[in-house]
């Protein structure tokens, strides 16, 4: 299998403050872990790429002074949006590429989201 | 760069009939892949099926089947048999070296 999770699965946090979202691949190592921004009735657009013990590599538009991501190990993604505004309200989605030399290096695995909301 | 068009943002049918769904896509990348997603109301990507450009044949999985025309750069789907459970969304999605990206989404709707 290949199973990634994200925690939390939801989360409510004031205006201004920092929410740290962590994604994890629970049976499998992963090199490349990727961070999705969904809005409603939207797909999804790649805010970010990280591989472990590196910097994350920024789509354009994506401020990284404000959604900070830290590949810690090869099992481990944390994803803190700082000074959250409503406008950050969204569905964060994190996915996972298993460590090249599998059957198909190049497949994403997913995890189930985190809704945030800022009030 | 690359992109990936879905002109159907909805599609109605009955259980059981056959539906399709129309991706198109463009990328200046010679090795690239091309996946189906369905993203059910629990919003879990769950990988649909998914075809490597530099094969020929199209992709099968069950009752789902891809119509791969890579001159014309058109990966549909064919929803046989279609099911209450299959109602979702829909992405078709196109993988190059790095990047992942994705269609705008068919809202799929099986009546019964």
């Known amino acids: 299998g290949a199973v990634v999770s994200q925690h939390p699965s939801w989360v409510i946090c004031k205006s201004g403050t920092s929410v740290k979202i962590e994604c994890r691949s629970l049976?499998?190592?992963?090199?490349?872990m990727f961070w999705y921004r969904q809005f409603p009735k939207q797909s999804l657009m790649l805010m970010a790429t990280s591989n472990e013990g590196s910097k994350a590599t920024y789509e354009q538009g994506v401020e990284k002074d404000k959604f900070l991501i830290n590949h810690a190990s090869l099992t481990l993604s944390t994803l803190t949006v700082t000074s959250a505004h409503p406008e950050d309200s969204s569905f964060y989605i994190c996915s996972a590429r298993k460590k090249v030399g599998n059957l198909r290096p190049y497949e994403q695995y997913f995890g189930p989201g985190t809704r945030l909301t800022v009030t | 760069a690359q992109t990936v068009t879905q002109s159907q943002p909805e599609m109605s049918v009955q259980e059981a009939e056959t539906v399709t769904l129309s991706c198109t896509y463009d990328?200046?990348?010679?090795?690239?892949?091309l996946f189906w997603y369905k993203q059910p109301p629990s919003r879990q990507m769950i990988l649909v099926i998914r075809q490597e450009a530099y094969k020929q044949q199209n992709a099968t999985e069950n009752r789902f089947s891809v119509n791969f025309q890579k001159a014309a750069k058109s990966f549909s789907l064919k929803i046989s048999d279609s099911q209450l459970g299959d109602t979702a969304m829909y992405f078709c999605a196109s993988q190059g070296a790095q990047k992942l990206v994705f269609g705008q989404g068919t809202r799929l709707t099986i009546n019964p």
């Open positions: 990328t200046s990348e010679s090795n690239y892949y």
């Open positions: 049976d499998f190592q992963a090199t490349t």
